[in-house]
């Protein structure tokens, strides 16, 4: 008896871990699509409000870029003709208070001059609560941005 209750119990954590999962996953999800809209719609202040004061971007070649100089390389990208694109979500893991979004992005900006630019890239983006509001702390790219 004991032993069909420790597993009963333990078949019920592992259905909540799950449904918690799941739950986190569609938030995420919800939220990157929020971002991608932000984006395509070239509204940068809204981009740069979800950006921590302390973000590192740490490039698949392993250079780092702080949030000014990043921000430096994404500005040009909002004043683009046109913007089509997103970013999928792969993945979120929570870390203690940290959540990690496993991302595949993929963008076309369209200059004014109609030069096309392409953009794929796959990281991890780590988030942080600073006074109720998520905050994006860390880009970890995988695979080049273009």
Known sequence: MFRAIVTFIA????T??????????AQWKSRYEEISR?????NLPKFESYIAAEYIWVL??????KRA??????????EMKKIVGGEKIVGVTKRGDVIEVTFES?????????????SH????????KFEGKWLIVRTQ????GN
């Open 69 to 78: 100089e990043a921000l430096l390389e994404f500005t040009p990208l909002f």
């Open 106 to 118: 993929n963008w076309t900006f369209t200059g004014k001059d109609n030069k096309i630019i392409r």
């Open 141 to 144: 790219d995988k695979a080049p």
């Open 16 to 25: 909540l871990t799950i449904a918690d999962s799941d739950k986190l996953a």
């Open 38 to 42: 932000v984006v395509r719609a070239k």
């Open 11 to 14: 078949v019920i954590a592992a």
């Open 121 to 128: 890239e796959i990281g991890i983006d780590s988030w942080k």
């Open 60 to 65: 698949a070649d392993g250079e780092t870029k």
